[in-house]
């Protein structure tokens, strides 16, 4: 199983709406990752947790909040966004110490109105 | 602080001929990652390099990696429609930091 699962596959939200993402995986994998894509651009790191503990917030404003509630899951809550949020946020996750790929998830689809 | 530089940012092949794809990074990586992305779609692994001198192919795609000049190539031979997509690179900085390169956008036209 090389699957990491993505939910919802789209979400459209206000800007005074509260919603979470949520990214599982099964593989054993002990570093899982958010990140924002735009269209035309490249990923861009939002957040690295390494054995369930936040090791990287690459400066990501306050209305992002990852959490980490244990080794296979991964949420992104979001509460005040902003339509220029609107992206695709990927969740990826792979082996800190197994020197093996990093999967992607699917995406969510996210639309700030 | 890991950059990746990628480049050409855009690729306009005729189909049958062959190119090369380029990934430059700032500082030492532990892995070196190629990715294709179809629009509207997720990240789909292409291949993982680890060491100095490591050649992965599959199909008409060939990844090496030259960690002393901190370069991978990304080889396309005898090019096809079916491979027209976005190529990333990403290299694996410490802490477990992923960063992806610019991106090529490939067209493949007939």
């Known amino acids: 199983d090389t699957e990491v699962t993505q939910t919802p596959k789209h979400l459209v939200m206000g800007m005074t709406n509260k919603k979470s993402l949520k990214c599982e995986q099964h593989?054993?994998?002990?570093?899982m990752y958010w990140y924002k894509q735009k269209a035309k651009k490249p990923p861009e790191l939002m957040f690295v947790?390494?054995?369930?503990?936040?090791?990287i917030n690459e400066s990501v404003p306050s209305r992002f909040s990852p959490e980490c509630p244990n080794s296979s899951l991964l949420n992104l809550h979001l509460h005040a966004l902003q339509p220029e949020d609107s992206a695709l946020y990927l969740c990826?996750?792979?082996?800190?110490?197994?020197?093996?790929?990093?999967?992607f998830g699917q995406g969510t689809r996210l639309t700030v109105v | 602080e890991l950059k990746v530089e990628q480049n050409p940012l855009f690729l306009s092949m005729q189909e049958g001929k062959n190119y090369t794809i380029y990934c430059n990074y700032s500082?030492?990586?532990?892995?070196l990652y190629w990715y294709r992305q179809d629009p509207g779609k997720s990240l789909e692994s292409l291949f993982v390099?680890?060491?100095?001198?490591a050649v992965k192919q599959e199909g008409r795609l060939m990844a090496s990696l030259d960690t002393k000049a901190r370069l991978s190539t990304l080889h396309i031979t005898a090019a096809v429609h079916d491979l027209s997509a976005t190529y990333f690179c990403?290299?694996?900085?410490?802490?477990?930091?992923?960063?992806f390169g610019t991106g090529t956008l490939l067209a493949v036209q007939p």
């Open positions: 947790y390494s054995y369930e503990k936040l090791s």
């Open positions: 390099l680890l060491s100095n001198g």
């Open positions: 990403a290299a694996l900085g410490a802490t477990n930091k992923l960063i």
């Open positions: 500082t030492t990586s532990d892995r």
């Open positions: 593989m054993g994998h002990r570093a």
């Open positions: 990826a996750s792979s082996h800190p110490l197994r020197r093996t790929e990093a999967f």
